[in-house]
C-alpha cells in the first residue's frame, strides 16, 4: 500500500489529510495485531479495515471488514464506525453500525485511528451487553453464554471471510490495552440509553499521536485474564499429555532393545 499526498478531497483541510496520511503509512509500516487497513489514496474520508477475530473468541477464524467515515470536521468529531460484515454481537447492530464510547461521547481528537481500530477488536473480546445496539445478542450473553457464542460462530462461520494466515493465539494484548482506557467510561454510562456512534476518552498528548503498542495490559484485565485462561486450555495444551505418551512408548521400546 502506498500512502501518499494525492487525496484532495474538499470535505478535509489540508493539513488533516497530512495528518492521516502519516497515520496511515505508520498503520501500513507497523499494523496492530490482527488488523489490516486499507486506504484509497484519493478518498481519506472513508477507511475500511479487515478485522481478524480474536482467538479464544466466537469470532475466532473469521475477518471481518469495517469502515470508518470521517465527517469534515474530523478530527473534531469521531468518524462513524460500522462492520460491513454481518456479525453477531451486542454492541454492533443488524445494520452494521458500532457502539462504543471511543466513537461517541468520549471522543477526543488526539485518539486517532490505531486507537479506534483496537477499540473495536477489542469488543469482540469483551463485548457490553448493557450498552446493547443488538438487543437479541445482548439478552443471550446475560443469560446464557454458551447460546450466545453458538450464534457468533454460527454467522462468524457463513458471513466471516476466511485469515489468510491465523492469528497467533497471544495477539490480544494491543487490543486489551485499548480496552482498558475505553472500559471505565462504559460503566459510568451503563444506565445511560444506547445511541448511535458518535465518541472515546482517553489522554493523548498530542494530536493522532496516541500509540497504545507501548503500552501494556495489567494482569488484572479480565480480557487478558480470559486469554490466558483460553491458552492454558488452548490446543498447546493438549500437546503436552500427547508428547509424554510418545515418549513413554520410547523408552519401552528402548527397553525391549
Known sequence: MSVTLKATNENL????????AKELKNLDESPPEGINVIVNDDDFTTIFADIEGPAGTPYEYGVFRMKLLLSHDFPQSPPKGFFLTKIFHPNIATSGEICVNTLKKDWNPGLGLRHVLLVVRCLLIEPFPESALNEQAGKMLLENYEEYARHARLYTGIHALKPKNKSKTGAISESTTALNVDKSSTASSENTPSMPPAVST??????????????????????????????????????????????DARKKSLKRL
Not at 483541510?13 to 492521516?20: G, K, W
Not at 493523548?204 to 486450555?233: C, I, W, Y
Open 13 to 20: 483541510p489540508p493539513n488533516v489529510i497530512r495528518q492521516l
Open 202 to 247: 482517553s489522554t493523548a498528548s498530542r494530536a493522532f499521536g496516541t500509540n497504545l503498542q507501548d503500552q501494556n495490559p495489567t494482569a488484572s484485565d479480565p480480557a487478558v485474564g480470559a486469554a490466558a485462561a483460553r491458552k492454558k486450555d488452548g490446543p498447546m495444551a493438549c500437546k503436552i499429555p500427547v508428547d509424554k505418551k510418545k515418549m
